[in-house]
Nanobody, 122 residues
Framework: QVQLVQSGGGLVQPGGSLRLSCAASGNIFSVSTMGWHRQAPGKQRESVAAITRYGRTNIADSVKGRFTISRDNANNTVYLQMNSLKPEDTAVYYC????????????????WGQGTQVTVSS
């Protein structure tokens, strides 16, 4: 069994910073791309950032220059450092990871974290 557990998030004033973490655990053979999505009320879930196991990143234009994604391969953990937060960043943030479980013969599935609320408000 594989699970992704998120931590971080909360309420922050505009211009503030938050850091989200997400750790994958369980019967894991390999983890490839890890990333973050977010979903604001009444809007579709959108990709925020992604990072390959080799450190190549892809950042959404809406957060480029403010958000940074990084990962710790040894611990199957991905981070999202969010700086200069704006009210429009308010959303539920979900981590995800492409994982090949042990005994899956190399089959890869996308797993999701439980979601964490980020609210940017004065």
């Amino acid at each position: 069994q594989v699970q992704l557990v998120q931590s971080g998030g909360g309420l922050v004033q505009p211009g503030g910073s938050l850091r989200l973490s997400c750790a994958a655990s369980g019967n894991i053979f390999s983890v490839s791309t890890m990333g973050w999505h977010r979903q604001a009320p009444g809007k579709q879930r959108e990709s925020v950032a992604a990072i390959t196991r080799y450190g190549r990143t892809n950042i959404a234009d809406s957060v480029k220059g403010r958000f940074t994604i990084s990962r710790d391969n040894a611990n199957n953990t991905v981070y999202l450092q969010m700086n200069s937060l704006k009210p429009e960043d308010t959303a539920v943030y979900y981590c995800n990871a492409d994982i090949s479980p042990l005994g899956s013969s190399g089959s890869v599935s996308k797993y999701w974290g439980q979601g964490t609320q980020v609210t940017v408000s004065s």
